[in-house]
């Protein structure tokens, strides 16, 4: 598997941008023939070289993120509200990977991995396990006082693995139908989720899965890390055991990790980062940058 990099790569995309060219249309010339069964990426990297899916994972956030800046006028700084987040929640979790509150100068001046994508834009892979108990719902009560949490919505959806394929590169529509559908199972309206364990594998997917799912127009899901809306004390916490950005990414594990962590949010159990009152909570998994996404709505009862 193959990447297509280099400065033409982003010469390419402004120069569509300019003449009204859309996202779609311009990563698809970027990869002329492709082989069947390959999936070609554009990335700014400066060579053509052998890589693997976390490489090519990262190339593809690259380019999101550099179309998504230009086109809606965002920063790259714009995205650092999102780690800074997720490595001030990792402070209180004592199973999280990065134990280091994380500012926005760090977050600026830290390496680059794939232009303008950088080492605190993504979230570090490692080993973990995760594990759940799940019984018919009716012959639970509570735990010793806990009250009990039930699967009040559950939903995936697909799109093709070929970013440059899809009608919209910059629309997670997996994320949107599987939302749509869970929300629609467990009858609630988008503003009665009160915390979102989201899979921020990079800060531009945090973006795009806040506006897929609802939460913010589209080219303003940044809006609300910059208003300080997705703290614990925030309208939408996220990622509130440090997400996988901080908490870290052990891949297979991850989407269980996230219904672990709704399930303590609805327990009152997340010292430090507890969310007041949480009754409702949602914890979405993606794969395939945006390929594959399920959606699951937790509720406490």
């Not at 899916?53 to 714009?78: M, P, V």
């Not at 995205?79 to 500012?103: C, E, T, V």
């Not at 870290?248 to 009152?268: C, D, K, N, S, W």
Request: with cysteine.
């Amino acid at each position: 598997m193959y990447w297509l990099g280099g400065h033409g790569a982003v010469d390419a995309r402004r120069k569509a941008l300019e003449r009204g060219v859309t996202a779609g249309q311009a990563a698809a010339k970027l990869q002329p023939n492709r082989p069947e069964g390959h999936f070609w990426a554009a990335a700014n990297m400066g060579a053509l070289g052998r890589v693997g899916w976390h490489e090519l994972f990262a190339a593809n956030s690259e380019t999101a993120l550099a179309f998504y800046s230009d086109l809606f006028g965002w920063k790259h700084a714009d995205f650092a509200p999102f780690s800074i987040n997720a490595h001030a929640n990792a402070m209180h979790n004592p199973f999280a990977r990065l134990h280091q509150k994380l500012n926005a100068d760090q977050f600026e001046r830290s390496s680059m991995i794939s232009t303008p994508i950088n080492l605190m834009d993504a979230s570090p892979i490692g080993d973990g396990a995760a594990a759940v108990v799940i019984v018919p719902a009716e012959q639970v009560a509570s735990l010793k006082g806990m009250p009990r949490i039930t699967v009040a919505g559950s939903a995936s959806a697909t799109d093709t693995l070929a970013v440059h394929s899809r009608k919209d590169p910059l629309f997670l529509s997996a994320a949107y139908e599987s939302s749509k559908r869970a929300y629609e199972m467990a009858n609630i309206e988008v503003k009665d989720i009160d915390v979102f364990e989201l899979h921020d594998a990079f800060s531009i997917m945090s973006a795009l899965s806040l506006e897929a799912c609802g939460f913010a127009e589209r080219g303003q899901g940044v809006r609300l890390g910059l208003d300080n809306e997705i703290g614990p004390n925030g309208r939408l916490p996220i990622c509130t055991r440090g997400g996988l950005k901080a908490r870290g990414h052990p891949v297979g594990a991850t989407g269980m990790y996230q219904i672990v962590e709704v399930v303590q949010q609805l327990r009152g159990e997340c010292n430090g980062t507890q969310v007041d009152g949480a009754k409702i909570g949602m914890a979405q998994n993606i794969g395939g940058s945006g390929a594959t996404i399920i959606t699951h709505i937790l509720k406490a009862e």
